[in-house]
């Protein structure tokens, strides 16, 4: 069955960074795009970033362009996001999912998320 396992969450200082992980399994990795979306305490699945299935296209929200870098990894069934400039508006549970969630990003199936809190 399709599995996403996210990592590397954690408490961080404003402005500093974190790399998340996403291991995936159970699917052909290499045929699907991918993404990140993030939930805030008591609000909704809000799209982070999508890449491709080869990583030639890569897309950000606005609130993170610039500072967030999405990547994949074929050969190890692996997504990433780099995230530097980390302010207390990305505290929240950053899911990785299957697709492109840049217009739904509720829907598509995830795992079950790393918390990101970022606080002095």
């Known amino acids: 069955q399709v599995q996403l396992v996210e990592s590397g969450g954690g408490l961080v200082q404003p402005g500093g960074s974190l790399r998340l992980s996403c291991a995936a399994s159970?699917?052909?990795?290499?045929?699907?795009?991918l993404s990140w979306v993030r939930q805030a305490p008591g609000k909704g699945f809000e799209w982070v970033s999508s890449?491709?299935?080869?990583?030639?296209?890569?897309r950000y929200a606005d609130s993170v362009k610039g500072r967030f870098a999405i990547s994949r990894d074929n050969a190890k069934n692996m997504l990433y996001l780099q995230m530097n400039s980390l302010g207390p508006e990305d505290t929240a549970v950053y899911h990785c999912?299957?697709?492109?969630?840049?217009?739904?990003?509720?829907?598509?199936?995830r795992g079950q998320g790393t918390q990101v809190t970022v606080s002095s």
């Open positions: 890449i491709d299935y080869n990583g030639g296209r890569t």
């Open positions: 159970g699917f052909i990795f290499s045929s699907h795009a």
């Open positions: 999912a299957k697709g492109w969630a840049q217009t739904s990003p509720s829907s598509h199936f």
